[in-house]
């Protein structure tokens, strides 16, 4: 196994436009996370996937933010309408979570390199 | 909400220093505590964590203590080598449930001069 793959790795776009990334993550994985990084800050948590389930999307910046994960294995993040605003790392991370609900402990997250997106 | 604050950088030391990176949480209920380092170019990597109070989280020479007394994570090697540069984040997850929103820090920038 390779570990988290993403695309692409940076992206320049103009704004407007919609650009879309995708993450591989490690296959026996069973969660995917999608955090952003600015500049001199810590990963912020974006949304995550059990499976092909989408259990928390609340934390999406705005409804131009959507994430998709069809077939439990890879997932794309779709920002439409780019702003200047949304130049930042976005990072994916995977997991073996837990289905069983109540905390197991600290199942360790894994993470790709990212995905660095420019909006002029 | 759940948060951490970690010391602000950068943080330059001398090769064979002793390095501290201080790491205050707010939590309720019970976190995990983890360090994760991100090389130049490269994604965030697991560095060492922790499950509960007392427990030590320790790796390649790094060590973090989980402080319930004084919701702290400090994270402390005793000799830092010049490969050791990186930006450090430390971070907490669920109390409860699963990390399903793990909450990192600012993360500290570390140089290490030969």
């Known amino acids: 196994d390779t570990g988290v793959s993403q695309d692409p790795r940076h992206k320049i776009t103009k704004r407007g436009q919609n650009v879309t990334f995708r993450c591989d993550p490690i296959?026996?994985?069973?969660?995917l996370y999608w955090y952003r990084q600015t500049l001199g800050q810590g990963p912020e948590f974006l949304t995550y996937?059990?499976?092909?389930?989408?259990?928390?999307k609340s934390r999406l910046l705005s409804d131009r933010f959507s994430a998709e994960r069809p077939k439990g294995s890879f997932s794309t993040l779709e920002i439409q309408r780019t702003e200047q605003g949304d130049s930042a790392m976005y990072l994916c991370a995977s997991s073996l979570g837990s289905t069983k609900g109540i905390g197991s402990g600290a199942n360790v997250l894994t993470f790709g390199a990212g995905s660095r997106l420019t909006v002029l | 909400g759940d948060s951490v604050t970690q010391m602000e950088g950068p943080v330059t030391l001398s090769e064979e220093a002793f390095l501290t990176i201080n790491c205050t949480y707010t939590?309720?209920?019970?976190?995990?505590l983890f360090w994760y380092v991100q090389y130049p170019g490269e994604g965030l990597q697991l560095l060492l964590k922790?499950?509960?109070?007392?427990d030590k989280g320790s790796n390649k020479g790094f060590e973090a203590t989980y402080r319930k007394e004084t919701t702290s994570f400090h994270l402390e090697k005793g000799s830092v080598q010049v490969s050791d540069s990186a930006v450090y984040f430390c971070?907490?997850?669920?109390?409860?449930?699963?990390?399903?929103?793990?909450?990192f820090g600012a993360g500290t920038r570390l140089t290490v001069k030969p």
């Open positions: 922790a499950t509960k109070a007392d």
């Open positions: 996937f059990q499976n092909e389930a989408q259990l928390e």
């Open positions: 939590a309720t209920g019970y976190p995990s």
């Open positions: 971070a907490l997850s669920g109390s409860f449930w699963d990390n399903n929103d793990m909450r």
């Open positions: 296959s026996e994985h069973n969660r």
